[in-house]
């Protein structure tokens, strides 16, 4: 079973950055999308990217410009670069694979993060 494991949460300033980072213990292939989520307390999960094997990228439209999704297949991670951070980025960001195949979905624990002065 694909474990997924994210890191790189906290508390930041507004406008800050930070980076998160999901690792996958098994492997990523083409037929995986990868993607980060977010919820709020109170609040729905929301999609906040997604990244194709191809490295073709999706975006909420709240943090287009602001945020960068990437992938590195051969370490089994996918990042996220989280730049101006603003106070309604506050969430738990979930990192997900989805197969394509099989519309499997597999999420991590979560990671915190807090965009606070």
């Known amino acids: 079973q694909v474990q997924l494991v994210e890191s790189g949460g906290g508390l930041v300033l507004p406008g800050g950055s930070l980076r998160l980072s999901c690792a996958a213990s098994?492997?990523?292939?083409?037929?995986?999308?990868m993607g980060w989520y977010r919820q709020a307390p109170g609040k729905q999960r929301e999609l906040v990217a997604t990244i194709t094997n191809s490295g073709i990228t999706n975006y909420a439209d709240s943090v287009k410009g602001r945020f960068t999704i990437s992938r590195d297949n051969a370490k089994n991670t996918v990042y996220l670069q989280m730049n101006s951070l603003k106070p309604e980025d506050t969430a738990v960001y979930f990192c997900?694979?989805?197969?394509?195949?099989?519309?499997?979905?597999?999420w991590g624990q979560g990671t915190q993060v807090t965009v606070s002065s």
């Open positions: 997900n694979r989805k197969n394509l195949i099989t519309t499997m979905n597999d």
């Open positions: 098994g492997r990523i292939f083409s037929i995986h999308v």
